[in-house]
């Protein structure tokens, strides 16, 4: 080569050798794409949203699970006995005086017995048979209203059909007037406690008309 003779023209680096041969064509930066991994050929299975479940939470959460349904359970039990606690709590209060109730409304059907043994009123009677007359139907119905208050009620079955759970059958005659089945006359009434039977009324049933010849 003279002196002087132009130097070859070198081509840039650039043209013939990448320095860089992870270089990214779309950031131009040095960090290796993993969505073009030559060995795999696509993204890491825990990019994708396929990593595998550890059997061991899967194991607890069932475990969980079947905990919370036992809790559920006991807890609704729990709350039954509660309920059941509280009826009977209930119920011994309200029916504890039973046994003094049935003696009372003895007393209450003696007190309508002495009132209807009483005579009728007449025009001219004594003064004192009337002032009586007036002071035990008084007496009555005092004694009614507190036994009334007190959950203790009298129903009264004339006229009505005959009911087993209310009513005892004393008798049975034939009627013209009734259809067989039907109290014709209550001796006393039904006596209930917060609507528990405490006596059943003493009455009169209808066999219906009497048959012909």
Not at 103 to 129: C, F, H, M, W, Y
Not at 133 to 158: H, P, Q, V
Request: one cysteine or more; aromatic letters at 4%.
């Amino acid at each position: 080569m003279s002196i002087g003779q132009p130097l070859p023209t070198c081509k840039s680096m650039s043209e013939n050798t990448d320095p860089n041969p992870f270089a990214n064509a779309a950031t131009g930066d040095g960090t290796p794409n993993p969505a073009t991994d030559e060995h795999s050929g696509h993204a890491p299975e825990a990019e994708a949203g396929h990593a595998a479940v550890d059997p061991r939470v899967a194991e607890l959460e069932a475990e969980v699970a079947t905990l919370r349904d036992k809790w559920v359970r006991a807890e609704a039990e729990t709350q039954n006995v509660r309920n059941r606690a509280k009826r009977e709590v209930e119920d011994a209060r309200q029916y504890a005086v039973q046994k003094f109730a049935k003696d009372v409304v003895e007393a209450a059907d003696n007190l309508k017995r002495a009132v209807a043994s009483l005579p009728q009123p007449t025009e001219g009677e004594d003064s004192i048979l009337t002032r009586m007359r007036e002071g035990i139907e008084s007496t009555e119905r005092s004694f009614i209203g507190i036994l009334e208050r007190n959950g203790i009620k009298a129903e009264d079955a004339k006229g009505k059909p005959f009911d087993a759970n209310l009513h005892q059958a004393m008798a049975e005659q034939h009627s013209d007037e009734h259809a067989h089945g039907t109290v014709m006359e209550a001796w006393t009434p039904a006596w209930t406690l917060h609507g528990r039977l405490l006596k059943p009324a003493m009455v009169v049933v209808s066999k219906g008309p009497a048959q012909a010849g």
